[in-house]
């Protein structure tokens, strides 16, 4: 089995978005949402933590590599957003769209 630590850099790696969240949290649902108005499902991948073996190693890990304990956690293009404030207020000031086109934020 990988470890958390492979799991979480493949996704970012390899996949335009990807979001590390849990079903039931509603600051989760928000994010999951905007990500699915703005992207292709094929282009998002996403975690919910709480349903999966090893889900808590991942978030564990996700804390050790942003510094952040909460989710949503979201990563566009290897650039870490942060949490739903953050890629809620990136998309409302315009950053979210220079990091989707893979220039400078």
Same mark, same amino acid.
């Given at each position: 089995?990988?470890?958390?630590?492979?799991?979480v850099?493949?996704?970012?790696?390899?996949?335009?978005?990807? *979001?590390?969240?849990?079903?039931?949290?509603?600051?989760?649902r928000?994010?999951?949402?905007l990500?699915k108005?703005?992207?292709?499902?094929?282009d998002?991948?996403?975690?919910?933590?709480?349903?999966?073996?090893?889900?808590?190693? *991942?978030?564990?890990?996700?804390a050790?590599?942003?510094?952040?304990?909460t989710?949503p956690?979201?990563?566009?293009?290897?650039?870490? *957003?942060?949490?739903?404030?953050?890629?809620?207020?990136?998309?409302?000031?315009?950053?979210?769209?220079?990091v989707?086109?893979g220039?400078?934020?």
């Amino acid at each position: 089995m990988s470890s958390a630590k492979d799991i979480v850099e493949n996704a970012i790696a390899n996949r335009r978005v990807v *979001i590390f969240a849990k079903s039931y949290c509603p600051y989760c649902r928000a994010s999951k949402q905007l990500l699915k108005e703005l992207f292709p499902p094929d282009d998002v991948l996403i975690f919910d933590l709480d349903l999966m073996e090893g889900g808590q190693a *991942i978030q564990d890990y996700i804390a050790v590599k942003t510094g952040k304990k909460t989710v949503p956690q979201t990563f566009i293009n290897g650039h870490h *957003i942060g949490g739903n404030d953050d890629l809620q207020e990136a998309y409302k000031n315009g950053t979210l769209q220079r990091v989707i086109e893979g220039l400078p934020a």
